[in-house]
């Protein structure tokens, strides 16, 4: 008779095998990183560049640029670019991030021949037609707006620049007039200042053979696109720009309140990095963790809370993020605090810390199944100059962060004095 | 193509079982066939608190979450109309414990006042979050109810109220639990690094023992033929004024759902798509615009939407769509634009055919709709479908008799 009650054996995770990115050079010197992994023919190839946000000079650039990447060439219209990539059932994807914008093209393998010209020509020739500019602005504009309205959006927006204020891209607050002053010159600028092989990165992924790196060198590994432009200075992210304790942004109409702690720490290169990924995950990086366990499972206050450390080129921060009922917003915010309070007062139990091991060896491994996973975590250390190593580093961390160390780095970073706090919403 | 083979326990489980050794992992999904269609018109919302519930501890195990975290496994489960679906992927080596923890839940929950408590209030929450204090969140809410009378599609998985969440009691769940969480009405699929002699032996140790429910023939009421243009206009704070157009179409299993699915590609699918062309770019009339199906098991909504540019009034807005919609019935799609949405077709199913987890909910989704096999089938429908058959279902499908539309003004700027 089976004894439901008595758990099955547990399997200690003995391996972790993550298939590494193959590194090599078109002949202009773009580093072509591939990752031939999986049996479907498909692939995925990401353009990276180093155009996000805080290269620009002025708000809204880097993100126009790279969402009107493929309206129009010298060749092809906005409209014939769109025909030609969806004719051939190909996607592409585009991002803009603080440190990098990348465009992705995601297509069956036997369309290829088909879709790199034309991802060619948008790269190398994007236009930026002022009718193109002015329908981007136009409908960003309106979709402001409506974020305007979202609590946890304006939270998010305003949280950023409580910890780095007005003077860096990764704290600038965007305003509505900002969308009236976006020039076509300032785009075409940034775009040949920071697309071109200088600052550009290929991550191909899927089923990737040696004969599409040498078609991807046949298009892209040419001296036609060089660019004699340099990389803006980033401007320096200064310690002083953050505004610690409360801060709330008011909306009277608020069924819940946004809430928002945190602050600046460091990126992925900091030492101290990695194992407080390890107590971030025991704070509220995981369904079982402190913060869930205490404000949804117990009290019912949200729906969902979480934290976070997230990592920039230049910086990096931590975050706790729930959105709450307006009536509880108060005690929830208490017990935020009760919650790190505890971290800092006692160490973890041994239980836990085996509980947040395996839960974390366990999510790392599915962060790295399949091709595009792998890929994305190739761009996660190619970003920073990191090397694999940092991905032995960070098993590492799991499995030897010990809960005295998890104590330490609680009242080293987590002190009350040090952290900010936001509401939008009403308290 | 993917490959897969079946077996029925005695007590009525389905098991689907797809090998791919390509993961250190394993992925188990477990459809259950109940969704808000399910639910009492005057305890809406049920469906989805009960997915809830079936977190909060089961008959011999106190908690579902730490076990599986501790095994290093991760979970997630969702609600629609139509179904309850829980997945969870872990290490192979630890595939036991998945075994462990679902055959127990779906032996018997442990229905606690505290979870029944705690989730009342989450999901309320969630209700907040999701559907009141968002811009354009109640539209479904609306819509809904214009578009459907009587079949029971016309409120949505979160409820009508939040009151129905509020008032559920511990009687309802347990009566819930009993009428629709048991073998005969689920369907499980394991995929990825596990054999098959295992997943048999597995599931026969585990479910074979949970007595067979009576599995239930649904009898829901259908909505009659929309015989008139239905309208609802309301006013919100909210920045953009947006249109809601919900034409009724025929459900997921139906031979032609293919063709209204090619026929919103041609709408809305790529910047090359004829809204967004026409109606954004062109005529500027929309800043923002979409066609889409709801893809539901019985009869659905083919639904456009956009949301209006700046100073375009909503009349025009509205002609501007019927108009386009009109071209579909008035003149057959050319062979090239036909390809292209095929072309489109064949590779998103390609993609989605990616991982342990898209497999194993296409395969559970493909049962419940007849066959798992069809999931290796949608291929060739959507190559089979030709220039008449658009044609006619735009006729079929497009007409102001047959739509009910939610026009969502912004209030005036004081």
């Not at chain 1, 975050?319 to 208490?334: H, L, M, P, W, Y």
């Not at chain 2, 990825?192 to 949970?210: C, E, H, T, V």
Request: with cysteine; proline share 3%.
């Amino acid at each position: 008779m089976l004894n439901r009650a008595v758990a099955p054996v547990i399997n200690a995770i003995k391996s972790v095998e993550i298939t590494k990115a193959a590194e090599q050079k078109l002949d202009n010197g773009i580093p072509l990183n591939v990752i031939n992994v999986g049996s479907q023919e498909l692939i995925k190839i990401e353009f990276l560049f180093a155009a996000g946000y805080v290269y620009q000079q002025s708000p809204l650039v880097a993100s126009t640029v790279n969402e009107l990447i493929d309206s129009g060439t010298h060749k092809m219209s906005a409209c014939q670019i769109a025909d030609a990539v969806d004719y051939y059932g190909a996607f592409l994807e585009t991002e803009v991030a603080a440190d990098f914008a990348s465009l992705s093209v995601f297509t069956l393998n036997k369309h290829l021949d088909k879709i790199l010209p034309v991802i060619e020509d948008v790269i190398k020739n994007a236009q930026f037609p002022d009718e193109e500019i002015a329908l981007n602005i136009t409908n960003k504009q309106q979709r402001f707006l409506v974020d305007e309205q979202k609590v946890n959006t304006v939270a998010r927006r305003h949280f950023l620049n409580l910890l780095y204020g007005d003077n860096t891209y990764y704290g600038y607050l965007l305003k509505h007039a900002d969308f009236e002053k976006v020039t076509k010159s300032q785009l075409v600028q940034f775009f040949k200042q920071y697309y071109n092989p200088a600052t550009c990165r290929i991550i191909v992924s899927g089923k990737v053979s040696a004969e599409i790196s040498t078609k991807l060198n046949a298009h892209f590994g040419g001296n036609d696109w060089l660019s004699q432009t340099s990389i803006n200075q980033v401007n320096t992210i200064s310690p002083n720009a953050t505004k610690t304790g409360e801060n709330i942004v008011l909306k009277q109409d608020a069924l819940q309140s946004a809430i928002r702690i945190g602050r600046v720490l460091f990126n992925k290169t900091h030492p101290d990095y990695l194992p407080m990924q390890v107590l971030n995950t025991v704070l509220g990086g995981y369904f079982g963790s402190r913060l869930m366990s205490n404000i949804r499972e117990d009290k019912g206050y949200t729906y969902g809370i979480g934290s976070g450390i997230a990592s920039q080129k230049y910086s990096g921060y931590f975050f706790i993020s729930t959105e709450v009922g307006v009536d509880v917003c108060a005690d929830a915010i208490n017990q935020i605090y009760i919650e790190i309070n505890r971290l800092r007062e006692e160490e973890i139990s041994a239980d836990e810390m085996e509980l947040v091991r395996n839960y974390m060896l366990g999510s790392f491994l599915s962060t790295i199944d399949g091709a595009f996973a792998l890929a994305d975590r190739f761009k996660g250390i190619a970003i920073y100059d990191l090397d694999y190593d940092y991905y032995d580093k960070y098993l590492s961390a799991i499995c030897n962060t010990t809960p005295k160390q998890l104590q330490e780095l609680a009242n080293k970073y987590w002190q009350k004095a040090d952290l900010t706090e936001l509401i939008v919403g009403k308290k | 193509m993917i490959k897969f083979e079946k077996f029925k326990l005695e007590n009525g489980l389905t098991v689907i079982y797809h090998h791919d050794n390509s993961t250190p992992l394993v992925c188990m999904n477990i459809l259950y066939d109940v969704g808000a269609r399910d639910e009492d018109e005057s305890r809406t919302g049920f469906a989805h608190l009960f997915e809830h519930l079936m977190f909060g501890g089961s008959l011999n195990i106190p908690s579902y979450d730490e076990p599986l975290q501790r095994v290093g496994g991760e979970n997630n489960a969702f609600t629609t109309n139509d179904i309850t679906n829980y997945y969870l992927t872990l290490p192979a080596d630890n595939i036991e414990t998945a075994f462990w923890l679902e055959s127990d839940r779906m032996l018997s929950l442990a229905f606690t006042d505290k979870s029944l408590d705690v989730q009342r209030n989450v999901v309320i929450e969630e209700f907040k979050q999701r559907y009141l204090n968002q811009p354009y969140g109640d539209v479904w809410l609306l819509l809904r109810p214009l578009a459907y009378k009587v079949h029971p599609y016309l409120w949505d998985t979160i409820g009508k109220e939040i009151s129905h969440i509020a008032d559920a009691t511990m009687e309802d769940v347990k009566s819930f639990f009993i009428k629709h969480y048991h073998p005969s009405n689920a369907i499980m699929v394991l995929a990825g690094n596990l054999s098959f002699d295992r997943a048999k032996q597995l599931s026969d140790k585990y479910f074979a023992p949970i007595a067979a429910g009576k599995k239930i023939k649904r009898n829901l009421p259908q909505e009659p033929k929309q015989n008139e243009a239905r309208a609802l206009s309301v006013e919100r704070d909210v920045p953009v004024s947006a249109i809601y157009k919900a034409y009724k179409m025929c459900g997921r299993t139906d031979a032609k759902f293919h063709t209204c699915d090619l026929m919103s590609d041609i709408l809305s699918r790529g910047d090359s798509s004829r809204l967004y062309n026409e109606l954004v770019k062109k005529q500027k009339l929309f800043s923002d615009i979409n066609a889409y199906l709801t893809a539901d098991y019985d009869p659905g909504l083919f639904i456009v939407t956009g949301k209006l540019a700046d100073g375009i009034k909503m009349e025009a807005a509205d002609k501007a769509i019927a108009d386009e919609l009109q071209k579909l019935i008035d003149i057959k799609v050319e062979a090239n634009e036909l390809q292209k949405v095929k072309n489109k077709a064949e590779s998103t199913l390609e993609f989605s055919e990616m991982g342990i987890m898209n497999k194993a909910l296409n395969l559970a989704i493909s049962e419940l709709f007849g066959d798992a096999e069809m999931v290796n089938q949608e291929g060739e429908k959507y190559q089979a479908v030709t220039a008449e058959n658009i044609q006619k279902m735009a006729a079929e499908v497009f007409n102001a008799n047959n739509c009910s539309t939610l026009y969502y003004h912004a209030k005036a700027k004081a």
